[in-house]
């Protein structure tokens, strides 16, 4: 079938992307769902930093590719052996397929999914198999997808391994699709990764939708101080507004202190989502002695951040990543819009904007100038 897509031919275009326009919008071929596959109607789909980070060439992925990874919509098609959907079922759609038999699988982590990761990187599908085709290249038409669900289109083939279904038919897609990421790893970096008790102080580097998320996570915890760091003033007052006890603006040159002053010395738990160096050195900073510094942030791959082995070890200092929240999709996603619904974990509150996919060039120029936190495509 063809359908209309965003797709990305090149990493590290200039900006304003408004003007280079590194996503342009065609017309490109989508085969039928294989087996063990579905085809989606998109609904809605999210403006990630991680998308971002494909664009500007932090994540280099194979080109060209339909990117987009947070996404809902709604099941056209069942592929031969996918008997536990039906078209017309709402579904989540996650962005790292777990195939449920290699190691980190049978351990219960699947976010760590061997043959997903894989895949992923190579820009296909779980099965290894690509449905995306350029109809204007026909010498080399197949085009890779993005994290395995290629969302910024129409319609999406992807492994029954990446769906969710969601039951709750009150749920707008554009609620729905930010379960797919920015509350999986936000709210999973506090709940899963650090299992922070209540009590707890904690700092939140980074007030994206991610580091929102998180911050919405910590209250859910009963964290007694919930410190919010970023350099956009509005993003503070949003997060005050979301249950922050305290905010500093992380240019401020005594930042670090300023988050030691108000939680006695520093925090238990330091959530690091900015995706930088110099977020990650901060966190770490801040984190008290005998702490924990959590990074769920994605820099690109040649940064390096140095570390004092001496003063990790003298302080039993312990340092974590998380990915997509540590979660467990079918456990977790069901979990979240249920708090969601009993207004425990307001996400709706970070939606900045609902787009069209034509726009969708500027919605990425306001996501990297900071001046959005969810920007929502609707189809």
């Not at 359908?3 to 003007?19: R, S, W």
């Not at 936000?186 to 008790?197: D, E, F, L």
């Not at 007030?207 to 509005?234: K, M, P, T, Y």
């Not at 996603?333 to 425990?344: A, F, N, S, V």
Request: aromatic content about 4%; proline content about 6%.
């Amino acid at each position: 079938m063809k359908i209309k897509a965003a797709v990305l031919h090149a990493l590290g275009t200039a900006q304003p992307y408004a003007e280079t326009k590194p996503l342009t919008i065609e017309e490109v071929e989508l085969a039928p769902p294989g087996p063990g596959e579905v085809l989606i109607e998109v609904k809605a789909a999210g403006l990630c930093h991680s998308d971002l980070s494909v664009i500007n060439g932090s994540r280099p992925r194979p080109m060209p590719m339909v990117i987009g990874h947070e996404a809902a919509g709604v099941v056209a098609e069942c592929g031969p052996g996918v008997d536990d959907l039906k078209a017309g079922d709402k579904v989540v759609m996650v962005f790292v397929p777990s195939c449920g038999s290699c190691l980190p699988c049978a351990e219960g982590r699947p976010a760590l999914c061997e043959p997903g990761a894989e895949t992923n990187t190579a820009g296909t599908l779980l099965s290894g198999a690509r449905r995306l085709e350029r109809t204007s290249a026909p010498a080399d038409p197949l085009l890779h997808h993005h994290m395995g669900v290629s969302a910024f289109a129409e319609y999406a083939v992807v492994s029954r391994r990446s769906l969710i279904k969601v039951d709750d038919e009150e749920l707008s897609h554009e609620e729905a699709a930010l379960f797919g990421c920015a509350v999986l790893t936000g709210v999973g970096a506090v709940v899963n990764t650090a299992q922070v008790p209540p009590g707890s102080s904690v700092a939140v580097l980074g007030l994206g939708g991610v580091g929102l998320n998180a911050l919405l996570g910590a209250r859910l915890s009963g964290a007694r101080h919930i410190v919010a760091l970023d350099l956009q003033e509005s993003k503070l007052a949003l997060a005050s507004e979301l249950g922050a006890t305290g905010t500093v603006n992380a240019a401020d040159p005594n930042a670090i202190e300023a988050v030691k002053d108000m939680t006695g010395g520093g925090v238990d738990f330091a959530f690091e989502l900015a995706g930088s160096v110099k977020a990650m050195e901060q966190a770490y900073r801040i984190t008290r002695r005998g702490g924990t510094t959590v990074s769920a942030g994605l820099p690109h791959p040649d940064h390096r951040w140095e570390l004092q082995h001496v003063n990790m070890v003298a302080e039993e200092r312990t340092i974590k990543g998380s990915y997509i929240g540590s979660c467990v999709p079918m456990r977790d996603i069901p979990r979240y819009i249920e708090l969601y619904r009993r207004g425990q974990l307001p996400v709706d509150r970070l939606m900045s904007d609902v787009i069209a996919l034509e726009e969708i060039n500027s919605g990425f120029d306001r996501l990297a100038a900071g001046k959005t936190v969810r920007q929502v495509i609707r189809f």
